[in-house]
T-cell receptor
Framework: DGGITQSPKYLFRKEGQNVTLSCEQNLNHDAMYWYRQDPGQGLRLIYYSQIVNDFQKGDIAEGYSVSREKKESFPLTVTSAQKNPTAFYLC????????????FGEGSRLTVL | SQQGEEDPQALSIQEGENATMNCSYKTSINNLQWYRQNSGRGLVHLILIRSNEREKHSGRLRVTLDTSKKSSSLLITASRAADTASYFCATRGETSGSRLTFGEGTQLTVNP
C-alpha cells in the first residue's frame, strides 16, 4: 500500500543525545515536511523539502537538522541543541502536481528523560 | 500567532447534532484546507477550498470561505461518535510557496 511510514513510533532520549526520526514515503511525492506538535496545540513547521538535495527552514528549525538524499526519504535529527525536544513529530508529503493536500505519517513521540 | 486560528477550542455535542467549527486567518491565501486528527495519530485531509470558491461539500462536510473576512467554517452534519477528533484548518498563503500553516485546532467530542 502507498503511504508514509514514520519510525520509531515511540522514542526515549537522554539529555545531550542526538536522535534521528525516520520518514519514508512510496507515493512518489516531491515535497516532504516535518512538523512538531505539542499537547493540545497545532502543528509548527520545522523543515521542508521540495526536491532532492534541497530543503528550507520552517518556523522552528533551531536545534533540528534534515537531509534529502533520496526522494523517498526525509530523516529528521533532533540535536542536543534543541532545548525542549519532548513532542509529537509528524512527517508529511505532497505531490507538487496534485491538489495541494498533505499526506501524513502516524507520528513519532519523542520523550526526553 | 498562528496564521489559522480555530474557534471554539473545544466542542461537545450529542450524536445527531451538527457541529460547526470556525477558522480565521491573517494573510491572503491560495487555498484553505481542513484536516482531522484522531488522538495520537497522524492528520487526515478532509477538504480543500480555493480562494475563488465560497462553499464546498463532501458527504456530511460543508466548508465555507469568506475571503473578505478572512474566515472559514467547517460544518459536520448529523454527527456520529466516530467523528470525535481534533479538527485543524491549514492555509497556503499567496506568497508562502509550498508551506502550509496550521491553526491550533478544535477538539470535537460527540457523545453517544
Amino acid at each position: 500500500d502507498g503511504g508514509i511510514t514514520q519510525s520509531p513510533k515511540y522514542l526515549f532520549r537522554k539529555e545531550g543525545q542526538n536522535v534521528t526520526l525516520s520518514c519514508e514515503q512510496n507515493l512518489n511525492h516531491d515535497a516532504m515536511y516535518w512538523y512538531r506538535q505539542d499537547p493540545g496545540q497545532g502543528l509548527r513547521l520545522i523543515y521542508y523539502s521540495q526536491i532532492v538535495n534541497d530543503f528550507q527552514k520552517g518556523d522552528i528549525a533551531e536545534g533540528y537538522s534534515v537531509s534529502r538524499e533520496k526522494k523517498e526519504s526525509f530523516p529528521l535529527t533532533v540535536t542536543s541543541a534543541q532545548k525542549n525536544p519532548t513532542a509529537f513529530y509528524l512527517c508529511a508529503s505532497r505531490g507538487l502536481a496534485g491538489t495541494g493536500e498533505l499526506f501524513f505519517g502516524e507520528g513519532s513521540r519523542l520523550t526526553v528523560l | 500567532s498562528q496564521q489559522g486560528e480555530e474557534d471554539p477550542q473545544a466542542l461537545s455535542i450529542q450524536e445527531g447534532e451538527n457541529a460547526t467549527m470556525n477558522c480565521s486567518y491573517k494573510t491572503s491565501i491560495n487555498n484553505l484546507q481542513w484536516y482531522r486528527q484522531n488522538s495520537g495519530r497522524g492528520l487526515v485531509h478532509l477538504i480543500l477550498i480555493r480562494s475563488n470558491e465560497r462553499e464546498k461539500h463532501s458527504g456530511r462536510l460543508r466548508v465555507t470561505l469568506d475571503t473578505s473576512k478572512k474566515s472559514s467554517s467547517l460544518l459536520i452534519t448529523a454527527s456520529r461518535a466516530a467523528d470525535t477528533a481534533s479538527y485543524f484548518c491549514a492555509t497556503r498563503g499567496e506568497t508562502s510557496g509550498s508551506r502550509l500553516t496550521f491553526g491550533e485546532g478544535t477538539q470535537l467530542t460527540v457523545n453517544p
